[in-house]
Nanobody, 122 residues
Framework: VQLQASGGGLVQAGGSLRLSCAASGRTFSDYAIGWFRQAPGREREFVATINWSGSLTFDEDFVKGRFTISRDNAKNTVYLQMNNLKPEDTAVYYC????????????????WGQGTQVTVSS
């Protein structure tokens, strides 16, 4: 499956962005989709994931109450709604596909998009 992340940009602290991850190729609904992010000089870290049907989601503590992951299988797209953004959210955000739900580690994801830059100014 091929993934294309988009929707990043420059936003002030407290603002919002919605990232999209559009998929093509293999059957999109066969895969769980995860969002990860990587800031300069840091390792890629897990943000959130959603299972194939959208009925099960997991996210990291640092995004609880601020970020929401969702999917529309009819549009082959997963979204990450990000509200109340903070400067520490600045990173390149990647979406990835896994055969298994509820996975947190990069090694559990087989397909990756190219990333979209999110920059939050203070």
């Amino acid at each position: 499956v091929q993934l294309q992340a988009s929707g990043g940009g420059l936003v002030q602290a407290g603002g919002s962005l919605r990232l999209s991850c559009a998929a093509s190729g293999r059957t999109f609904s066969d895969y769980a989709i995860g969002w990860f992010r990587q800031a300069p000089g840091r390792e890629r870290e897990f943000v959130a994931t959603i299972n194939w049907s959208g009925s099960l989601t997991f996210d990291e503590d640092f995004v609880k109450g601020r970020f929401t992951i969702s999917r529309d299988n009819a549009k082959n797209t997963v979204y990450l709604q990000m509200n109340n953004l903070k400067p520490e959210d600045t990173a390149v955000y990647y979406c990835a596909a896994s055969r298994y739900s509820g996975k947190y580690h990069t090694r559990d994801y087989d397909y990756w998009g190219q990333g979209t830059q999110v920059t939050v100014s203070s």
